[in-house]
């Protein structure tokens, strides 16, 4: 059984809209109350109060305030949970020596959702060729809300826990589902292998010189953005001229994000259905998109540049296509080789005689002064990974020193426990 996510985008009606709304208004409070009653407790008494301890007190909240009973217990005890993960994930900074944020009190109007952790007190229904329907709550009082679209999975997919979000007043359904994994499979109709390096430039470049450009969606929307943020700084804040441009600003960045999920997505399908075998390197996001502010003391250099590239780097959503080829990859059948950039250098690297050649950022072509070997220096880049793959594969061996010197490169499979490789922003350079 494989786990799959879908997002139904709902439609419900008035009552429907309203009667949700009420719901995370009281899962808001829930959330505030149990924080509340923490910090009280550790200012009177010095101890703290655990999940359990609030847990074992909601069947009096819901005795005391019967409104919280359409609620469903889960989903109750999961709103509780996600204030105990967030001072866990508080503590666990602490004791890392960072300087988190306390766990704050949520205004209702930024509260994001609720969710239903397992199966119970939910249903997901769809036949024929309408959307589906989510079903909350039992009884006389459910509610059946249309949903737009239907998962891909067939009968076989079993529903497994639910997350309702309102997003800019729309309302989504997240449904985890656990799939038999035939039922994920896709279908491959090539056995290319290609290497290749993710960029801001291009947005990739095979091994063979082919590119992907770069869709610059932030870039492109940015003087339309800046031009509302202009208009509104006009306006009296809170005023509904005011409230309105902050709403149309939104919806931008909302269209920029879809576009940006679309674009990855018909993008990474591509790859996977036409390769056999895909080589790329680890990413670094973090480490790539690092302010370059530096300190007080020691200022850092460009900025403003700096700012800019990282707009373009997380615009770009390198990591989101990483997990969706590595995922794809898994349905397709198709070999995701990711080679470690510390070890391996693929963009210092010279993919015919594996020397290591330093250069600049700014040095966009691959002259090789060991074999004259000349190349663009991101399909360098690429080669460099397929040969990697290759060596590690046990097949090709293109080079005997690609073998000694990529040991203990790992690969990536999702069903690899150590496949958490590609999330792992540990310190390094991406950008030499
Ligand atoms: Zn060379």
Known sequence: MERRKVTFKLYPNATQAERLTGWIRLHCELYNAALEERIDAYRKTGKSISYYDQQNVLPEIKAARPEFVELGSHA??????????????????????????????????????????????????????????????SGKDAMSIRARGQHRFGDGARPNDLTITRRNGEWFASVTLRVPADACARARTGDDHRGVDFGINDWATFDNGETIANPRLVRNEMPRLADLQRQQARKKPGSIRYKRLGKQATKLHERIGDRRREFLHRTTTRMVQSCAVIATEELKVNNMSRSARGTQDRPGRMVRQKAGLNRE???????MAHNMLAYKAAEAGTRLHVSDTRQLKPSQRCAACWEIVPRTLAQRVHECPHCGH????????????????????GRGGETETSCAATRQVKVCDPRNPRYSVLRRLAAGEFID
């Open 313 to 319: 780097i997380l615009s770009a959503g390198l990591s």
């Open 374 to 393: 000349t190349a663009p220096r991101d399909q360098n880049a690429a080669s460099v990974v397929l040969i990697d793959a290759h060596a590690w594969n």
């Open 76 to 137: 109750l005890q999961q709103t509780l949970r996600k204030l105990d993960l967030a001072f866990q994930a508080f503590f666990r900074r602490v004791k890392a020596g960072q300087t988190p944020g306390f766990p704050r009190f949520k205004a209702n109007r930024r509260f994001s959702g609720f969710a239903y952790p397992d199966p119970a007190g939910w249903q997901l229904m769809q036949s024929g060729t309408r959307g589906a329907t989510i079903r909350l709550g």
